[in-house]
């Protein structure tokens, strides 16, 4: 490089650092934010839209940091703040074409009164970015706009429909059926119904099990407005309304589904022109646009890239060396799901949230409700294109004919879902919805169209759930508690993987194991800190799924006598190096980990209680995902009764008493008491203050 050029690119740099943050005017002395003693804000305000001001401020009092990644994406800056792995996320968000998509839907997609709402959230995170600069990741990033935000949202449900994955796919030359995701979210939602309880009561469960940390783990908040807002729940970073979580009148619990949300197309291409497709019999030219990904090589330097990205009819396209490839999906269609979200918050009865979800914005998610008047319900909700049978859209569909082209979508009630059935109760834990409560309500498969492909899987929390959860006869609130934190695999493995022979082993015929063998056969398959068995078999999970993830071995496996014989000599020689004895029991092998605190763990992958982990130091592993964000409510007479934890606390700066003062709590199943009563709120409150104030 010579010098012209040196100084070329450091002037861009230096230029790229620019920002042009100014104070807002808006009036925050309409807003209070009050913290309770666990540190979780409960905001206050004249209107929805002060309420998203006070969010913004809050949750950026807490996590400025992770807020800004999310922020970051939406205007595919990540690449000037984290180099390399960040200008992925870049190309990513230009392929999808987020920020335009984004530009020309906007106004159609939103009301005037949820475009307020997210303008309230826009100047909360930049008037509180202005007043603290030192904590900016990129200044050229802000002023923030709701069209940042709206992209932010687009390309986040676009990756939870599998876009990231089928682009990687492509990209890897393995283009077709999109593979599940090789760390999937998990999460518990249970209702019953108050014919089933001994309090004449309906009783909620919600319980994601989401990432413990990072840019998809849970953050708690109480909104409240004058204009009728009254949420307590969890939302993301970047997030301005909640997620999921109770008001005065009902609640839901979201969890992953699985319905196919997107298809690959390949693309018929001119054997001598590169940039035609035929489609039809006719040629069609392929949109062709250089981006500029910009590349943070050092502080003071940032490096243009120029890649090329594509779209057709079908949409985002990519050119490889096994042939031309688009995927279509609906969160690329509709994107409404934030304002969606809002109303479903501000609903008051059944009518009015089910209203909401009628609007189909929301792209995926089973949905499972309950409220104070005796209703429950459960969807597995999802934006499902009406396809044509003749084609497997599991697999590549062929890009040459408009038969395989689709623009409508299944309504609403076309998709599996339940009201009060008769057995008094509903659930999902990411299995099939068509076995979401007793025998005799459960829907059937056949019912729906193949082409949906909603998953027919059970997995062991649903098969545990059926093992504990009665039929008929009354539930007290302590069933429910116990239901909820069950630890135990049920009798009958559901692992992906089979993993039978693990308990199989002859021990005399292995004498050097003969102790694992024994351990494993008397264990009785729950995970408690002091469990043994669970250690043992933890390791051999973790053991096999990385070899698994290692080699591209399909999970639908069994595993043969001689490989778990390898996996538990593997655990004994792992567990004596490391912890100088050949069994330990799960807390010393597994711990939850926040800042100078490591405390034992409990939970496997798949239970109830779930918990997976990923090495950490010394041989021990930390919890990574499962258990994160619990919420309890009881409905009844007046506000629900509501009992919540998080699994660290309300901050995520180190140096915030919040950042870790829910971890005993939430280790100890002890969840804390919430409330929706604002005048109990601000009695209680440790502090009352407006934002900016010190």
């Not at 006070?54 to 690449?79: M, R």
């Not at 930049?126 to 030192?134: F, G, L, Q």
């Not at 990231?164 to 393995?174: M, P």
């Not at 914005?361 to 044509?388: E, H, M």
Request: aromatic share 12%; glycine share 6%.
């Amino acid at each position: 490089m010579n010098k012209s050029h040196f100084l070329l690119f450091l002037l861009l740099g230096i230029l790229s650092c620019q920002s042009v943050l100014q104070p807002s005017d808006w009036d925050t002395k309409q807003i209070q934010i009050a913290r309770d003693e666990f540190g979780v804000p409960h905001i206050f305000g004249n209107t929805d839209a002060d309420v998203a001001y006070g969010l913004a401020w809050a949750h950026s009092e807490d996590d400025f940091n992770t807020i800004q990644q999310t922020l970051l994406a939406g205007k595919a800056l990540v690449g000037r703040v984290y180099g390399a792995d960040g200008a992925a996320v870049d190309f990513f968000v230009h392929l999808l074409e987020t920020r335009r998509i984004a530009k020309e839907k906007y106004e159609n997609a939103f009301s005037e009164e949820f475009q307020a709402v997210l303008e309230g959230y826009a100047v909360g995170i930049n008037d509180y970015a202005e007043s603290h600069p030192d904590e900016i990741l990129y200044k050229g990033a802000f002023p923030v706009s709701t069209i940042d935000i709206t992209s932010a949202y687009i390309l986040s449900l676009a990756q939870m429909s599998g876009a990231d994955r089928a682009v990687q796919q492509i990209v890897n030359g393995k283009a077709g059926k999109v593979l599940p995701d090789p760390n999937p979210k998990g999460s518990n939602a249970i209702a019953i119904h108050p014919s089933r309880t001994e309090s004449g009561e309906s009783f909620l469960a919600i319980n994601s099990h989401q990432p413990l940390e990072g840019p998809v783990s849970w953050y708690e908040a109480h909104l409240h407005s004058k204009e009728g807002w009254n949420m307590l729940g969890g939302l993301f970073p970047g997030g301005a309304m909640i997620f999921h979580g109770v008001n005065e009148n009902l609640g839901w619990a979201h969890t992953v589904n699985f319905p196919d949300l997107l298809d690959t197309y390949q693309l018929e291409i001119h054997p001598e022109n590169p940039n035609l497709y035929r489609v039809n019999g006719d040629w069609l030219e392929l949109e062709e646009r250089t981006v500029w990904l910009k590349v943070k090589l050092w502080d003071f330097l940032t490096l243009p890239v120029p890649k090329k990205v594509w779209k057709s009819i079908y949409g985002p396209t990519l050119v490889t060396e096994q042939g031309t490839f688009s995927i279509r999906l609906g969160a690329l269609d509709r994107i409404g799901a934030p304002e969606q979200w809002w109303r479903m918050n501000k609903a008051k009865n059944f009518s009015e949230w089910k209203t909401a979800m009628e609007s189909l914005q929301l792209t995926s998610f089973n949905t499972v409700y309950a409220d104070k008047f005796d209703t429950i319900f459960y969807v597995s909700n999802a934006v499902l294109p009406k396809r044509n049978p003749v084609f497997d859209y599991e697999e590549t569909v062929p890009g040459n004919t408009l038969d395989s082209f689709w623009e409508d979508y299944h309504t609403f009630e076309e998709l599996p879902q339940y009201l009060n059935p008769s057995s008094g109760y509903l659930f999902n834990t990411n299995h099939s919805p068509f076995t979401g409560s007793g025998l005799k309500d459960n829907l059937s498969a056949e019912d729906f169209p193949k082409e949906m492909s909603f998953s027919l899987r059970e997995n062991n929390r649903s098969v545990r759930f059926r093992e504990i959860m009665p039929d008929s006869g009354i539930i007290s609130w302590d069933d429910f508690e116990r239901i909820k934190f069950d630890d135990q695999l049920p009798e009958q493995l559901a692992f992906r993987t089979n993993m039978d022979s693990l308990f199989l082993l002859d021990p005399e015929k292995y004498p050097e194991i003969k102790p694992q063998i024994e351990v494993l056969q008397q264990w009785d398959k729950r995970a408690p800190i002091d469990s043994e068995g669970a250690a043992l078999f933890a390791f051999s999970y973790y053991y096999w799924r990385d070899k698994f993830n290692e080699t591209g071995r399909p999970w639908e496996s069994t595993l043969t006598e001689a490989e778990v014989v390898e996996s538990l000599e593997a655990a004994k020689a792992h567990f004596e190096i490391n912890f100088g004895k050949e069994l330990i029991q799960l807390g010393e092998y597994q711990k939850l980990v926040r800042g100078e605190k490591a405390l034992p763990l409990w939970g496997l992958d798949d239970v109830i209680t779930a918990m997976r982990s990923e090495p950490w130091e010394n041989g021990m592993r930390k919890g990574a995902q499962g258990e994160s964000y619990i919420m309890m409510v009881r409905f009844g007479e007046g506000l629900p009764q509501i009992e919540t934890i998080n699994v660290y606390g309300a901050s995520n700066r180190p140096e915030s008493p919040h950042y870790d003062d829910q971890m005993e709590r939430y280790l100890k199943r002890e969840l804390k008491p919430m409330t929706l009563d604002k005048e109990a709120v601000l009695k209680q409150a440790v502090r009352v203050y407006h934002p900016g104030e010190d």
